[in-house]
């Protein structure tokens, strides 16, 4: 087994932060840089992304394309999510979220992934120390974007109903897959266009 592991303080309260990363898809919008990539597509969704649930990761490393199904084991609020490989190329792939509270206004995240490198024509294609530095590239390029994300305007979607993301995957779906984020900022702008009051001609005196 090998190991890859990151920790960031968020200068956010553990309840924002927790409900973040809930969503598995918000962080993975955020872990793209230098040739590592990663899109996760939830698939059966269980108490609020709770424990069953079910997605789909899709990742690029280094121009090497990846798919494999989670389901999620652990998710303990404001505490701990915890997910695994049921289908994959990996012998064995988990990821762990911890979460501590440093403060009202101050959370520490800690991401594991603990992972079996396949044997075969894949396991001498994925070499194991090239793999390893992208996982922990794209782990911390994706603490940091969210620490960033976290800190800034808020205009994140920590909180939303599986029928409004739904919605907002198939507007993602039409903008060439951006970031969720960048979705919700071009949901948000159109409505406030619409929103506007609509100037009165003035009466003639």
Known sequence: MATAKRSIEIRAPIS?????????????????????????????????????????????????????????????????????????????????NVFEALGENMTRVTMTVDYEMPFGPLGAILDKAKFAKSAERGMETALYKVRGLLEGSGSIPVYITLDAYQKLLAEKKKMNNVPVSVVLSAILEKYEQEAAPVPQPKRAA
């Open 16 to 96: 924002t932060v927790f409900t973040y990363f809930a969503r598995p898809e918000h962080v993975s919008d955020q872990m793209s840089d230098k040739g590592v990539g990663m899109t996760v597509i939830p698939m059966d969704i269980k108490d609020g992304m709770g424990v069953g649930t079910t997605f789909r990761i899709i990742g690029d490393f280094g121009g090497k394309r990846l798919e494999w199904d989670c389901r999620t084991t652990e998710f303990l609020r404001e505490e701990r999510i915890a997910a695994v490989q049921i289908d994959g190329p990996f012998k064995r792939w988990g990821i762990t």
